[in-house]
């Protein structure tokens, strides 16, 4: 949850550049719906730059090898970037 108050609260500077981000939100599709519109509840309005997509049964998490099987957990919070290191 930090992570992502930490983009929001950078969205302007991410505009300003041309960025746009995109929140994965992983979790098994019977509940992920209803876990994601509760989220966004507490986050809305998002940003027009900051965009929200649900990952049903991880496979986006588990194909970057991102899944975290602890407790009350999903997903180690991480940040991909498809522009080159600088």
């Given at each position: 949850?930090?992570?992502?108050?930490?983009?929001?609260?950078?969205?302007?500077?991410?505009?300003?550049?041309?960025?746009?981000?995109?929140?994965?939100?992983?979790?098994?599709?019977?509940?992920l719906d209803q876990r994601a519109k509760e989220f966004?509840?507490?986050?809305?309005?998002?940003?027009?730059?900051?965009?929200?997509?649900?990952?049903?049964?991880?496979?986006?998490?588990?194909?970057?090898?991102?899944?975290w099987d602890a407790p009350h957990e999903t997903a180690?919070?991480?940040?991909?970037s498809d522009r080159p290191a600088r």
């Open positions: 949850m930090r992570q992502v108050h930490d983009f929001v609260e950078r969205a302007n500077k991410f505009a300003t550049a041309g960025e746009q981000v995109l929140l994965v939100y992983p979790g098994p599709p019977a509940e966004l509840t507490k986050q809305n309005p998002l940003p027009n730059n900051i965009h929200l997509v649900i990952d049903p049964d991880y496979k986006f998490t588990n194909q970057y090898g991102l899944r180690y919070p991480s940040t991909l």
